[in-house]
């Protein structure tokens, strides 16, 4: 299978590599990065993502794609849309997602990259509306969120069923983006 591209100006999705492990096993085990996003990961637990990512891939043709920058082509973090999981609001839905290095932060990439997605989406899913979930308190995920234009639906917040129930990431919220056709 060709690899996936998806290009901005600045930066690149593609599909994983096996060589994308160790780089993206640093992200995440940066505490700065998983704040707002659960413990620490093993480099297996990165191991294992990548692999899920890959399949999906291969699957339904989308996933969260790993993001780099061109210049200079480096892995930074991921970007792209899966099928939302079981018991949260966006279950089976389009689901947008991110994850950047820390030193990445305040650059403006994950809206660049995020805007793209959602072109894309649009392109190929042109019925369906474009869902985001966060923990409560990822302030930084909501304002992007909220840069793409999409609503908050507080009707829609939950525990979500991953994460420890004595965790202050349990509360989650919901977003959407609606595409409206002329």
């Known amino acids: ?8 100006d600045r930066l690149v999705m593609r599909s994983w590599r096996d060589d994308d492990v160790d780089i993206f096993h640093a992200i995440n085990s940066d505490p700065r990065v998983r704040k707002t996003l659960g413990p620490i990961m093993t480099r297996q637990q990165v191991i294992d993502l990548i692999a899920w990512m890959q399949d999906l891939q291969s699957t339904h043709g ?6 780099e920058t061109k210049e200079p082509q ?3 973090g ?11 609001p966006a279950f089976e839905k389009l689901e947008i997602g991110w994850r950047m290095a820390f030193a990445q932060w305040g650059k403006g990439y994950i809206t660049e990259a995020a805007e793209k997605c959602c072109s894309w989406a649009a392109e190929h899913f ?7 979930i ?12 909220e840069r793409l234009q999409m609503k908050y639906k507080p009707a829609l917040d939950f525990d979500h069923p991953n994460v ?4 202050d990431l349990l509360r989650h919220v919901t977003y959407v983006r609606e595409y409206h056709h002329v």
Do not use: Q, Y
Not at 134 to 145: C, D, G, I, Q
């Open 62 to 67: 989308h996933c969260f794609w790993a993001l």
């Open 78 to 88: 991921w970007c792209g849309l899966i099928r939302g999981g079981e018991n949260t």
């Open 134 to 145: 966060t923990s409560e308190n990822n302030h930084r995920s909501r304002a992007v969120m």
């Open 1 to 8: 299978m060709a690899e996936f591209r998806l290009e901005t």
């Open 164 to 167: 420890d129930p004595k965790s």
């Open 126 to 132: 042109p019925d369906e509306k474009i869902w985001a």
């Open 74 to 76: 480096e892995l930074i």
